[in-house]
């Protein structure tokens, strides 16, 4: 047996942060009771926030406009080219601009239930809550959402509801939000409130008597490493699902920042709840090294089928409409095509391996938009969808308006990440995680459009009020010495990684080692589970790590420009956090949301949660590496969206 498969347990992980009372008094309630630091005082705190993506950026812009001082991080060469560019569909909010019966506790229940059930109810309540409060910032900002005639921001669809919330900006709404928190950290930076860090990569956490105080960082140019003191540390690093090399997300997108901390004491939580989004442009070969995302927001008018037939090879067109199966719709009437990600991404893989898949391989299933043609127009399509559909046609050389769109579920978000209460704070004092490095709000399932809500409500609205009551706490009267032995340790292990890495002149890339690590992750831990597959990946990843440790080949050296040490760097990490994601989805021996146990399923294939068993969240406590960590189980209440059987029929 794996050694690394006997974990312990230890003490239950509670938030205490989050106030009893009504559900709908809490936040303000704790705004109230948070400690405020006097305006005059807070230029005398220095806050390092690591990311500038929608998370970061808007969280560097807020801070530094209350008058902190932000020393901010991205390995990017500019903050504004933060992975959340690449958003396209949309961002939620309960405006109820179209009178459709939506409101606060209507999104706040779709993403109790879209979740699976497995988030906390205090912080989900809080995010639709301050959905509203986004909008209005964004628009403040000059951020050109979609409108109707009338001159109304527009709304549309996504998965997992049956109200219209989503607000977008054509296929760019990331990028366009994105340009909103970056013209507002831009402000900053000219103000001197905000000193920025391009093309620096943080390669460890500073924890020093028991607190965040700092970051090893390492010039990405000169290869220089430094140190930065702080009087907290937030960590706006993005998710780790580059992991399974394939995936949606930017290709440097990784979890160096959150596994460091980790191993420096943060809990990590939920690590296995990632996300498959089904409607992805097919793997078309090994010489990929990413996939494409097509728009969630195209199943508000694609139709998703595939023959009735196994291996019927026909082009679409020549497959009459009695002889296709418009499988969502017809298993799904309420939501049809527009259920949440997980079941939709789960229902594709089950007609593929029924032989009932189209394209190379049998790895697709159609999104059709022939019907939204006739009933709109071409041109209303086009108005809509323009950019996806000449992306779409960039890539496979096949036009979307004649022919159909191939689809198939890739990697592409993960709901895990670092355990944070109510305040945003990890379990290392002075660490605080925002956006997708946390785990909080999304469950076992995240819904469509709400990565955005929750990054941009963690940066502009929930830190910018929690932050305060950590350093009215601890002062800024005690700064580090920079000789601390704390910081020497992490400064020197982060110096001996790299000068390994360098040494080991073996005979395998990084990319090599990091695509096979990939495969297994997919092929084991991906879309569906097993105990004896996850023992498998188990057994597996110890063999890949001590192999990557002899063989790896990094050519030049660690004190200049050299994107194979990054990128060994990152692959170091992924080894040691693809156990972990093993290991918490073979001990939740339960299906819910995005993790699949085929062991436990209902008796129509759709996840089977074991509530009495598993409704909680994990809490990992790191031990070191390829040691069995320790399970801090979070007890999570329902007191205001009952636990059910997810139905979407
Ligand atoms: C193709 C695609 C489309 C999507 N569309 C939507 C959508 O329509 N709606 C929606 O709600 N969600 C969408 N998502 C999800 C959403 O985009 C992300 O969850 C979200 O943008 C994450 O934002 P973030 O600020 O947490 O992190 P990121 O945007 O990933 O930013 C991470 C930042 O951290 C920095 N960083 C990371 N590690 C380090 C380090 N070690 N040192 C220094 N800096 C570091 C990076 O440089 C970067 O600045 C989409 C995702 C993908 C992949």
Known sequence: MNDYTRYGTGAPVADTKAPDGPIEDRWDTRRFTAKLVNPANRRKHRVIVVGTGLAGGSAGATLAEQGYHVVQFCYQDSPRRAHSIAAQGGINAAKNYRNDGDSIHRLFYDTVKGGDFRSRESNVRRLAQISVEIIDQCVAQGVPFAREYGGLLDTRSFGGVQVSRTFYARGQTGQQLLLGAYQALSRQIAAGNVEIHPRTEMLDLLVVEGRARGIVARDLVTGEISTHLADAVVLASGGYGNVFYLSTNAMNS??????????????????????????????????????????????????????????????????????????????????????????????????????????????????????????????????????????????????????????????????????????????????????????????????????????????????????????????????????????????????????????????????????????????????????????????????????????????????????????????????????????????????????????????????????????????WEFTGTGRPPVLHREELVFTEVHPTQRSYA
């Open 254 to 619: 990784n979890a160096t920042a959150i596994w460091r901390a980790h191993r420096r004491g943060a809990y990590f939580a939920n690590p296995c709840f990632t996300q498959i989004h089904p409607t992805c442009i097919p793997r078309t070969g090994d010489h990929q090294s990413k996939l494409t995302l097509m728009s969630e927001s195209l199943r508000n008018d694609g139709r998703i089928w595939v023959p009735k037939e196994k291996g019927d090879t026909r082009p679409p067109a020549d497959i009459p409409e009695a002889e296709r199966d418009y499988y969502l719709e017809r298993i799904y009437p309420s939501f049809g095509n527009l259920v949440p990600r997980d079941i939709a991404s789960r229902a594709a893989k089950n007609v593929c391996d029924e032989g009932r898949g189209v394209g190379p391989g049998g790895q697709g299933v159609y999104l059709d938009f022939a019907d939204a043609i006739t009933r709109l127009g071409r041109r209303a399509v086009e108005e809509k969808y323009g950019n996806l559909f000449e992306m779409y046609e960039r890539i496979t050389a096949e036009n979307p308006y004649e022919v159909p769109m191939r689809i198939y579920p890739a990697v592409h978000y993960t709901m895990g990440g670092l355990w944070v209460d109510y305040d945003l704070q990890t379990t290392v004092p002075g660490l605080f995680a925002i956006g997708e490095a946390n785990f909080s709000d999304h469950g076992a399932n995240r819904l469509g459009a709400s990565a955005l809500m929750q990054g941009l409500a963690d940066g502009y609205f929930v830190l910018p009020a929690t932050l305060n009551d950590y350093l009215a706490r601890h002062p800024a009267a005690d700064p580090v010495d920079p000789a601390h032995p704390a910081v020497t340790e992490a400064v020197t292990a982060t110096e001996e990684r790299l000068r390994r890495l360098v040494s080991v002149d073996g005979d395998r890339t990084a990319d090599s080692f990091h695509r096979e690590l990939g495969e297994l992750m997919w092929e084991l831990c991906g879309m569906s589970r097993t105990e004896q597959g996850l023992r498998k990946a188990l057994d597996r990843i110890p063999q890949i790590r001590e192999e990557f440790w002899r063989r790896i080949k990094v050519p030049g050296t660690e004190a200049e420009f050299n994107q194979s040490l990054e990128r060994a760097n990152r692959v170091v990490d992924y080894l040691e956090l693809a156990e972990l994601m093993c290991l918490d989805a073979l001990h939740r021996a339960e299906s819910c949301g995005g993790h699949f146990r085929e062991e436990s399923q209902t008796p129509d294939g759709e996840a089977a949660r074991r509530d009495d068993e598993f409704g909680y969240a994990a809490g």
